[in-house]
């Protein structure tokens, strides 16, 4: 079983230690893409409307412990929730992205 686990999150490897923006990431897909996300080593900008279901899922993956990782508990936040409507206007668009960003890298500019 944890063949197929490691076998179907190979192409998220490639993006362990980096930085994902995930929209829509308050259900469905996007909630199931950070995730998965999260748990091949990613750190997660979860991106929706919804900022209560996006606390709920940050929470839950800033509480479990990534497989590559020795076990400990884990104080590291490896995601933000960032409330975006992407029917807004641009600014209103890039003011969460930055905001998002902010988070991981302090000195994040366009």
Do not use: Y
């Not at 929209?23 to 996300?37: N, Y």
């Not at 750190?43 to 020795?70: G, K, Q, V, Y």
């Not at 104080?75 to 960032?82: I, K, N, P």
Request: hydrophobic residues 40%.
């Amino acid at each position: 079983m944890a063949n197929k686990v490691s076998n179907h999150l190979q192409p998220w490897h490639r993006l362990e230690g980096k930085v994902v923006m995930v929209t829509g990431a308050s259900s469905g897909l996007g909630r199931h893409f950070c995730l998965d996300l999260a748990k091949a080593g990613s750190n997660i900008d979860a991106a929706a409307r919804w900022s209560h279901r996006l606390n709920f899922l940050c929470h839950e993956i800033n509480h479990f412990t990534c497989p590559n990782s020795p076990p400990s508990p884990n104080t590291t936040v490896r995601a933000v929730a960032v409330e975006l409507d992407l029917t807004a206007d641009g600014p209103a668009i890039n003011a969460s992205v930055q905001k998002g960003m902010g988070s991981f890298w302090p000195r994040f500019d366009e």
